[in-house]
């Protein structure tokens, strides 16, 4: 975390923020909206089924990104749907991991690099998921994707990159493979999201740290174990 200010002088933290109060709010609101798509109805009949993740309610279903919704004018789901998430589980995993790699990659970039990185990752992650989710699954188009994974994704990939600049680039980038790996092993995760969100990151951490190294701006160097 940064240090000597309150926890919202981190970015990173008012993302977390920002996600648990929209996990909050989907659960309050689990039944104001039900919608019927694909022949399926989003409704959730009591804010357990949020919370478990066992329904998707109506909001949910308009905030998270459905390809053929987003082809046909719902374009804010590919912002929305990175505040998303299905159930508490998916919820925790994904703040905890926004939280170890978000304060190191915004201490060693910036504030403003940080969410560039960020929301960079993200749009790469769902964009990516636009194209190719129908080749994973064959109703891609149709069903929701949601998570802040592809961001976060980004974010390894950018701590990795910070290893250019202490000699252990090659490290850092098996460190974000093979978390890359495992995370690819769980049933129902949109790999694309992971990937993409991964390359966004190392993309625009790539130039940021050319910029850092050449007028040696950088906080701190990074060693891997």
Known sequence: MLSGRGFLSS??????????????FIIVTYNLISVYFGKRLYYATSPLDIITG??????????????????????????????????????????????IFGNMVENGYGKTNFLLIYFFSGFSGNIATLFLLKYLQPMGDFIPSAGASGAIFGLIGAYAMLGRLSGSFAAGLSYAVIIFLFSSLFPGVNIFAHLFGLLGGLVVAFFLTRKLRKHEEIIYTVDYY
């Not at 933290?13 to 996600?19: G, P, S």
Request: glycine share 4%.
């Open 54 to 99: 066992r329904s998707i309610s109506g909001l949910q279903f308009l905030l998270s990104q459905v390809n053929y919704l987003v082809i046909n004018g719902f374009v804010w789901q590919l912002f929305t749907s990175m505040f998303i998430h299905i159930g508490i589980v998916h919820l925790t995993f994904n703040m905890i991991a926004l939280y």
């Open 11 to 24: 970015h990173t933290n008012k993302l977390i923020l920002a996600n648990i109060l929209m996990f909050i």
